[in-house]
């Protein structure tokens, strides 16, 4: 394939290949069968495995929630919440160069297999609201990996993102390596409202590239829903995978 400073010299059939390859190119590994290839889709985003209701971490089929939601260490605030694939191998690194090689043009090539999973998954929502970041983070990455998300789903669905609806208010430690109690800790009154408008009385998508605890999704909510949103689902790219279910 030629590449994009070869354009000028290309001929036509040669245009016609490079266009045929970004089309058919798979997102995830490169495979000429996109947007996502039948390998990646078994292996990390597994049809066969259902999400867990409370914290949307893949799980059995006909599980519903996974363990530790059933003992009651899931997420609160949430209605629901789904993640798309497992955050693993590829995809995990597909992810991570997003956010830090600052790749956020990438999201669009999943942005339709995305957006039509995400309607199969979760009730209609009236507007989709991305988890914030600090000023001082969005300053020195340049981009919020989740407002691209959710301004994807604005252009597929047609989903408004209401201005005003959430902000982070304090800057937080990475959550990386904390426990569930101690990300819990690090966010509490992380996250405001500014205009209660926004939200009062909506049903709201909340996005994120990714969930593990859900510590993040939960702080989101508990404020979206003091400021009076009717209902906040999570959905997320990317989360943890529970293979065996517990037997009661």
């Known amino acids: 394939m030629k590449g994009l400073k070869n354009l000028r010299s290309?001929?036509?059939?040669?245009?016609?290949?490079?266009?045929?390859?970004?089309?058919?190119?798979?997102?995830?590994?490169g495979a000429e069968e996109g947007p996502l290839c039948r390998n990646c889709l078994e292996?990390?985003?597994?049809?066969?495995?259902?999400?867990?209701?409370?914290?949307?971490?893949?799980?059995?089929a006909g599980a519903g929630l996974c363990r530790d939601c059933r003992a009651g260490r899931g997420p609160v605030g949430l209605d629901g919440c789904r993640a798309w694939g497992h955050y693993a191998g590829l995809w995990k690194n597909f992810i991570w160069e997003v956010k830090f090689k600052a790749e956020p043009w990438r999201l669009e090539e999943i942005a339709g297999s995305f957006s039509a999973w995400a309607c199969r998954q979760l009730p209609p929502a009236d507007g989709v609201v991305p988890v914030p970041l600090h000023s001082e983070r969005l300053a020195a990455r340049g981009f919020n990996q989740a407002e691209v998300i959710a301004s994807l789903l604005h252009w597929e669905l047609g989903l408004p993102i209401p201005a005003g609806a959430l902000i982070r208010t304090q800057p937080t430690a990475s959550q990386v390596g904390l426990s569930r109690q101690e990300r819990l800790r690090n966010l509490a009154q992380a996250f405001a409202v500014?205009?209660?408008?926004?939200?009062?009385?909506?049903?709201?998508?909340?996005?994120?590239?990714?969930?593990?605890?859900g510590a993040t999704l939960q702080a989101c909510a508990l404020a979206l829903k003091q400021?009076?949103?009717?209902?906040?689902?999570?959905l997320c790219l990317a989360g943890g995978k529970e293979l065996v279910q517990e037997e009661d």
């Open 227 to 234: 400021a009076g949103a009717r209902f906040v689902y999570g």
């Open 194 to 213: 500014p205009e209660a408008a926004a939200v009062r009385g909506r049903d709201l998508w909340l996005v994120d590239d990714v969930t593990t605890t």
């Open 10 to 29: 290309s001929g036509p059939a040669d245009l016609i290949r490079l266009v045929w390859y970004w089309e058919r190119a798979c997102a995830v590994c």
């Open 43 to 60: 292996e990390y985003f597994c049809p066969e495995l259902g999400r867990c209701h409370g914290c949307g971490k893949l799980v059995p």
